[in-house]
């Protein structure tokens, strides 16, 4: 009896060990579903050729629904190993929570700048909990067929914007901007945080209101929304029920010219349009000035903190960190640009066009989504009503940063007066 | 003596045994929807109170502040905007729907009542959109109603109105009656359905009597058939109102966002409750002020329905037919 008891024993100690040297199966919670595909193809054997004691999958959620069922999977124990992060509070949150697992020390952080970490550190910087993965660059993509039928060059000043915008509303044959208030956000995203880094000179202006230092009533922050005001002239009859996929549609199709737009819509302008695209970033006041971009921190991965297998999962991220993921990234999915230092070769042109800005200019972020979105009224959900209410001609520019600022100071004790 | 003593004791026990089981199947009965109805909605609507008397730590943890979420959402004066905003558009999506859908439904049943043989196939067609997906409905109705691919203006341009076209979804003074009046079209087979049941319901006896008495088939309708289906009418009222602040939430959702765009005109109490629970962006989810906004919708609905069954329902007078 003692000896059946003793054998099984060895066995199951022995089946146990071979279990934990066979293959550790890690799974990735994303909201990112459009990305299933370059993950099992391109990104996933990639790190199990080098790993191949490691197994992963990459397992996706709606991304409306991504938030929720992450936190009710979290808090239940059955969340996957590995995180994909949503920048700033989103992720600050489930860190505090004790969900996501402290990667201060991890190996290849210290290929990112800080900028980039800011995303998912803590507010003094001191803890990280994600690994950038990727950021979104803002500016326009524009119809290079219409501005070669037109004779019209890239514009470099705001003068200059409005002159092309001019010229190509007298022609008449295109829209001149492809941009509705219909879904409000384009107003925020693609408007006010795309051109008005210029104006505030980025992370300046942005740091100024996070001290208190700054107001959303100073010039630098209501001169972008007199410049955005001035867009209605130029957008498509009826643009106030003009859709976002609407405004994809119109540029996509030809019917455009210019599209205020994000670094991510890329890949899908790649595939439907069939004219040559061209991008310029955020005009300028005046030639010569310093041009500052929106280079938006928008996705990191984590590990969570109940994961079983913390050495796997630790291994998954460190090769997410290094220039190997960066240059792979970038090129599976142009218009998400990692944010490591690492220099690489970037083959979609309209992708290293964008990502040429970085040299030319400073880069910022989006100005209400560190800390200024934390309260309640929301500065980011104020951002996108008052946007298109300045685009609509409901609104002054004066009113709408009377709100914004009203709003913030209404929560947050560095803007109280 | 003791003979009868026996006697009349047993069926007295007999009786009590009776008595006992049958009690012990209505409770047996009973129980199933009891058990259910408790478990997923009176347990859920506690529990859903209960939470709105709490306040969220940022270490997870609640703590109990009493009615002070209720003051919030009151008194606040950026909550109290949000919320009398959506309260009130859901009046007027209320009254949109009393004024159009629940007429439209009664006309719609009156002519079909009327033409059984051949109204087969319009009551089915009317009813289908009742059965589809808001989100499709939603989305075909952005379409037709599009600025830049809508069949709207070129049909208005058709009768020579192309001037009358505007962005009615995109517009603050327009898009809460538009979205009522989608909202009207997808729904309107319900209230028909219903009076035409109730219709057909009338015996032919009571419509010949009125005819040999000389009425005509207005008056028989206006005299007759309406007092009959007057506790139908009631019915379809209640469950507009109930509707209108529950079953509103998806189709404004789906067409206008969380924010009910534009510049929050078609914003109501079911897209506000689903922005502050949920969270929005980068607004993040807040479950007790949630919870307050739910029970509020709940109280609102409650009195609603209090009311029509005090002043409305006990007056409504049932005929035996």
């Known amino acids: ?417 | 003596m003791t003979q009868t003593a026996t006697d009349s004791a047993a069926p007295a026990a007999l009786r009590r045994r009776r008595k006992r089981a049958g009690r012990l199947h209505i409770v047996v009965f009973l129980a199933p929807a009891v058990l259910i109805y408790t478990i997923f909605s009176v347990y859920p609507l506690a529990e859903s109170l209960r939470l709105s008397l709490y306040d969220g730590l940022e270490d997870g943890s609640a703590v109990w502040i009493g009615l002070g979420n209720y003051a919030t959402l009151l008194f606040d004066p950026d909550w109290a905007r949000q919320f009398w905003n959506a309260f009130s558009n859901n009046l007027v999506l209320f009254f949109v729907h009393m004024v159009v859908q629940n007429p439209l439904g009664l006309l719609l049943a009156a002519l079909l009542s009327l033409a059984p043989r051949f109204g087969g196939a319009y009551r089915t067609l009317i009813f289908v959109p009742t059965l589809l997906s808001v989100v499709i409905v939603g989305f075909i109705w952005e379409l037709i109603l599009s600025p830049l691919w809508g069949v709207a203006e070129t049909l208005l341009g058709a009768v020579g109105l192309a001037g009358l076209y505007q962005p009615w979804l995109g517009l603050e003074s327009s898009a809460l009656v538009t979205v009522s009046l989608i909202s009207v079209w997808q729904y309107v087979g319900i209230p028909m359905m219903l009076i035409y049941a109730a219709l057909i319901a009338i015996p032919d006896e009571l419509i010949d009597a009125a005819r040999v008495d000389g009425l005509s088939g207005f008056a028989i309708f206006w005299k007759v058939k309406l007092p009959l289906i007057l506790p139908t009418l009631g019915i379809v009222a209640i469950l507009t109102y109930i509707g209108n602040f529950t079953a509103s939430f998806d189709l404004i959702y789906s067409i206008q966002g969380a924010l009910g765009a534009p510049n929050f005109s078609t914003d109501v109490m079911g897209t506000l409750l689903f922005r502050t629970f949920f969270g929005q962006q980068l607004q993040l989810g807040d479950v007790h002020m949630g919870a307050t906004v739910a029970s509020m919708l709940f109280f609102i609905i409650l009195v609603g329905v209090t009311i029509y069954l005090a002043l409305v329902q006990r007056r409504l007078q049932r005929y035996e037919m």
Not at chain 1, 214 to 243: C, H, I, N
Not at chain 1, 322 to 327: G, H, I, L, T
Not at chain 1, 349 to 378: D, M
Request: proline letters at 6%.
């Open chain 1, 1 to 417: 009896m003692k000896r059946l008891l003793m054998t099984t024993a060895a066995y199951a100690a022995l089946s146990l060990a071979a279990a934990g040297a066979v293959a550790q199966t890690l799974t990735i919670e994303s909201w990112r579903s459009e990305d299933q595909a370059i993950w099992d193809e391109v990104l996933l054997p990639a790190f199990e050729a080098k790993h191949p004691d490691i197994n992963v999958e990459f397992k996706p959620t709606a991304p409306t629904e991504y938030n929720a069922a992450l936190n009710a999977r979290l808090d239940g124990g059955t969340a996957g190993d590995l995180i994909v992060c949503r920048p700033f509070d989103g992720s600050l949150v489930l860190y505090q929570k004790g969900h996501l697992a402290e990667i201060t020390d991890l190996a290849g952080l210290e290929n990112f700048p800080s900028v980039a970490k800011a995303a998912w550190s803590t507010d003094d910087g001191a803890e990280t909990f994600c690994v950038p993965m990727a950021s979104v660059i803002h500016g326009f993509i524009y119809n290079r067929e219409a501005f070669e039928e037109l004779g019209l060059k890239e514009p470099q000043t705001v003068e200059e914007f409005f002159a092309v915008l001019d010229a190509i509303k007298e022609d008449g044959s295109y829209t001149p901007l492809a941009m509705g208030t219909a879904d409000q956000w384009e107003s925020a995203t693609m408007g006010y945080t795309n051109i008005g880094p210029n104006y505030w000179k980025g992370e300046e202006g942005r740091l100024g209101l996070i001290e208190g230092t700054a107001k959303f009533t100073d010039p630098e922050f209501v001169k972008p929304l007199e410049v955005l005001a001035r867009w209605s002239d130029y957008m498509g009859r009826g643009y106030q029920a003009q859709s976002y996929s609407d405004s994809q549609n119109l540029f996509t199709l030809g019917r455009a010219a210019i599209y205020p737009a994000g670094s991510w819509e890329i890949t899908g302008f790649n595939k439907q349009a069939f004219f040559e695209m061209g991008a310029f970033p955020p005009p300028v006041e005046a030639a010569g000035d310093t041009c500052y971009i929106s280079d938006h921190t928008d996705i990191g991965i984590g590990m969570n903190a109940a994961t079983e297998h913390p050495e796997a999962a630790r291994t998954f991220l460190e090769w997410v960190a290094s220039p190997e993921f960066a240059e792979l990234y970038t090129n599976a999915l142009p218009g998400f640009f990692s944010l490591s230092n690492a220099t690489f070769e970037v083959k979609d042109p309209l992708a290293r066009e964008f990502l040429s800005w970085r040299e030319q200019c400073e880069s910022t972020i989006r100005v209400a989504h560190q800390i200024l979105s934390r309260g309640e009224p929301n500065t980011w959900n104020n951002l996108w009503t008052v946007g298109a209410n300045v685009i609509n001609g409901v609104m002054t520019p004066e009113e709408a940063a009377r709100t914004l600022q009203d709003g913030l100071a209404k929560w947050y004790a560095p803007q109280k007066d």
